[in-house]
């Protein structure tokens, strides 16, 4: 079966430091990855999807950045965090089909607090 | 690009159907209409996924008219773990694999 992991569960981090997070995703190949935001009681902010290694589309233009070495891990990155950059990361991933409405299956998440 | 409007909130009692609308008016013709549930601190998680008029699962029904153009949600007799918020959405009007949550629907069930 498959499974997700992001890490770490929790962040604290001041701003202006950088910012790595991982998430890998294990008994699927070549899965479509996707990098979601989300504010506090709000809805879900796409952030950055790979169809592939190396292939990275961005949604939304901001001082993160995303990047797929291997085909099943996906990292989400930062030089400098800025206050809004609080908030709960979600990576999810879908299978290979060609409707952007494939089913995506979501990690646990990431809570980061930028103080 | 498809948006999807939802209900901000809704209010319901254990041992009711609970019926949450979505309106899609720009779906395009190959787009499917997915829904997803959300606990607080997890990631949203599958829950039924249809074309056109009616796809019922073991947790939930969903009713799509011959239009498209909105789709409803119904939870047949909800507990109160049912309490939670309800994403509606489509696929990107310009295909490929980009998605869209709307802000979801808050579901309060009472005791």
């Known amino acids: 079966s498959q499974t997700i992991h992001q890490w770490p569960a929790t962040l604290v981090q001041p701003v202006g430091s950088p910012l790595s997070l991982e998430c890998t995703v294990e008994?699927?190949?070549?899965?479509?990855l996707y990098w979601y935001r989300q504010a506090a009681g709000r809805g879900l902010q796409l952030l950055f999807y790979s169809v592939g290694i190396g292939q990275i589309s961005s949604e939304v233009p901001q001082n993160l950045s995303a990047s797929r070495p291997q085909d099943r891990q996906f990292i989400l990155s930062s030089k400098k965090l800025l206050l809004s950059d609080s908030g709960f990361y979600l990576c999810?991933?879908?299978?290979?089909?060609?409707?952007?409405?494939?089913?995506?299956?979501f990690g646990p998440g990431t809570r980061l607090t930028v103080l | 690009l498809a948006k999807t409007t939802q209900p901000i909130s809704m209010d319901s009692y254990e041992g009711q159907e609970v019926n949450i609308t979505c309106s899609h008016n720009?779906?395009?013709?190959?787009?499917?209409i997915t829904w997803y549930q959300q606990f607080p601190s997890q990631g949203p998680r599958f829950i039924i996924q249809?074309?056109?008029t009616k796809v019922t699962n073991e947790v939930a029904s969903l009713f799509i008219p011959a239009d498209r153009k909105s789709s409803t949600l119904s939870l047949p007799r909800v507990s109160l773990s049912d309490t939670a918020v309800y994403y509606c959405?489509?696929?990107?009007?310009?295909?490929?694999?980009?998605?869209?949550f709307g802000a979801g629907t808050r579901l309060f069930v009472k005791a």
């Open positions: 008994g699927t190949s070549n899965p479509n």
């Open positions: 999810a991933w879908s299978g290979t089909g060609a409707s952007s409405t494939d089913t995506q299956y």
């Open positions: 959405l489509v696929g990107d009007n310009d295909g490929g694999f980009k998605t869209i």
């Open positions: 249809g074309y056109k």
């Open positions: 720009n779906i395009a013709t190959n787009d499917y």
